[in-house]
């Protein structure tokens, strides 16, 4: 093998009577190369996160578009999702009624089936309007938004609160509002 | 009856073969990764089910983080760097900030914006490694009155004018909802009616009507 002949000594050659070196196995136990080896795997996949960022595509509507150009929707069809503070959610269908009989309280979990009554109810008139108010979070938004493509919402529109509805929203949140 | 003798047999198994499969998959693992680049503004992204890909060229980020600080960076390569670096000299010229070469140029290298343009010679003299969220003002869009952010956005559609831009907003989770819409109004003043949302991927729920949808073969119209 590799290693040399460092006996040294009086420079003559092996006698007879010196014994031959055995010959080594030129084999090696890999098992705990192995071992490692699939150590490292098991590291390495643990470690990576597989989660890939991935983009939400959002179309904005032109502010400049005269108001006799833009689209009406049918009351009928319409759905309107308040967002508050702490993940609330309200929503009415419709035109809210003078007697706030319509407005009602919801979370993110039971929007879903909200949604989805009234997308069959409504069927191609279903217009789902969203207004986040001051209070509610970017994340809010997005899960909102999440929400009109698992329901596959082909219309829907984010609308500036109005002050009325900004008023009634803190108001059931609790707030203290004139 | 004599029973024939079974040869013993060895134990050993010839580890070789295994040891180069799992060298092979290690080799592999360590090759295809990329590490995720370090972030100066740390974001907690929400989730979605929205699956595409972040474009990682010809793109503007815009980062809010749970401060409500905007921070603003383009993406790394040559040609990128060339459009910062003509956002930057548009900018300082319409705005009489009196940038110098030089601070546009060390500008251009740091990663991110992050201070209202009459702070941007005090950024150019920052090191990189200087340069985080917790430093930096962020650039002014909390109010509808200064909201510094239409001006890049501006200064960026320039840049990119006849070219692809893809504007990408990065937004934490609990960022607030104003700083968000004041975004948005600057993309609109600018007639960019297009952008896209960095979000975490998350699994449709089983019964919707896209995992439906997605079940049965058709494209998710997102």
Sequence with gaps: MAEMDTSGGGGHKKG???????????????????????????F??????????????????????????????????ALTILLGKDNNVFYYEGELAPDLSNFKASNFKDIRDEIIRKKQQAD??????????????????????????????????????????????????????? | MSRPKIARKSTIVDMTAMCDVA??????????????????????TPKSVANKTVPDKNAIMISLNNEGHVYLSVSDNATDRDKKKSMLEDINQRNNLGLTADEIASLVK????????????QQAHLQIAQISSKNLPGIPAQDTTNNQMIEWIRAAAAAYAGDHLDLIL????????PVFKNILTAFKKNEQFKFQMVTNQANVPQGTELYKQNVSGKAAAL
């Design chain 1, 16 to 42: 007879p009577g010196v014994k031959k070196a055995k010959k080594l196995s030129t084999r090696v136990d890999l098992t705990p190369m192995v071992d490692l080896g699939f150590l490292l795997i098991t």
């Design chain 1, 44 to 77: 390495f996949v643990f470690t990576t996160t597989i989660s890939q960022p991935t983009a939400m595509h959002l179309g904005l509507p032109d502010d400049k578009v005269k108001p006799e150009d833009q689209n009406k929707i049918k009351q009928s069809g």
């Design chain 1, 124 to 178: 191609t008139n279903l217009v789902v309007v969203i207004k986040p108010n001051d209070e509610s979070t970017y994340k809010n938004f997005i899960d909102i938004l999440d929400e009109m493509s698992i329901n596959v919402v082909k219309r829907y529109a984010v609308v500036d609160i109005s002050d009325v509805e900004d008023k009634l929203v803190r108001k059931t949140e609790g707030e203290p509002v004139e």
């Design chain 2, 23 to 44: 060298f092979l998959i290690l080799s592999f693992f360590i090759l295809t990764t990329k590490p995720k680049p370090s972030e100066a503004v740390p974001i907690q």
């Design chain 2, 110 to 121: 740091q990663p991110f914006i992050g201070t209202p343009l009459a702070q941007l010679k």
């Design chain 2, 170 to 177: 990065k937004g934490d989770n609990v960022a607030k909802y």
